[in-house]
């Protein structure tokens, strides 16, 4: 382990171990975008494409245009993958609480919706709530190990915590 390397040769682990963190979650997203097939046959109907337009204008950085689509849809079928989207776009907005409830809102719907246990994880850590960010983050990896997103984030909240070997182990899964 380079960290133990580090300390023992008596100089600064902060900027290797800061590499290493770069290295490998480089390819990492912070968050999910959205639903998975699975999760997108549950809220395929006539307004799905409504929600596809929704999700463009997110990703264009649109948030008051996706939430207008949203609203509507979410009415008429408030499924997890429209609330945990509407919870993002809140996260984006810096509204954290509000994006706590949508979140919790999907969960509710679709306890599985490990990426709105994610998302929701990312919220209480902005909010500096870490006792429920950190365990947002491992029930979400006891759900989906191969979230990559939960190990990365769980690894930098490890990080700044000063919790430095279960940072590297959370990144390395990542």
């Given at each position: 382990m380079a960290w133990v390397w580090c300390a023992q040769?008596?100089?600064s682990n902060l900027p290797l171990l800061l590499a290493i963190l770069l290295c490998?979650?480089?390819a990492c997203a912070p968050f999910?975008?959205?639903?998975?097939?699975?999760?997108?046959?549950?809220?395929?109907?006539p307004t799905s494409s409504v929600y596809d337009r929704a999700l463009a204008a997110y990703d264009e950085g649109r948030f008051n245009d996706a939430l207008a689509?949203?609203?509507?849809?979410?009415?008429?079928?408030p499924s997890a993958g429209?609330?945990?989207?509407?919870g993002m776009i809140r996260q984006q907005q810096g509204d954290h609480a509000t994006a706590i409830d949508d979140f919790s809102q999907a969960l509710a719907s679709d306890r599985t919706f490990v990426e709105s246990l994610n998302n929701r994880a990312l919220s209480y850590q902005a909010l500096n709530?870490?006792?429920?960010?950190?365990?947002d983050y491992r029930t979400a990896i006891a759900q989906e190990a191969t979230l990559g997103p939960a190990?990365?984030?769980?690894?930098?909240?490890?990080?700044?915590?000063?919790?430095?070997?279960?940072?590297v182990a959370a990144l390395e899964q990542a």
């Open positions: 040769r008596g100089r490998l979650c480089s999910s975008r959205g639903p998975d097939d699975a999760q997108m046959a549950e809220i395929q109907t689509l949203l609203t509507p849809l979410l009415q008429s079928n429209a609330l945990n989207l509407r709530q870490l006792d429920l960010a950190e365990a190990h990365y984030n769980l690894g930098i909240l490890l990080y700044t915590d000063g919790r430095l070997p279960e940072a």
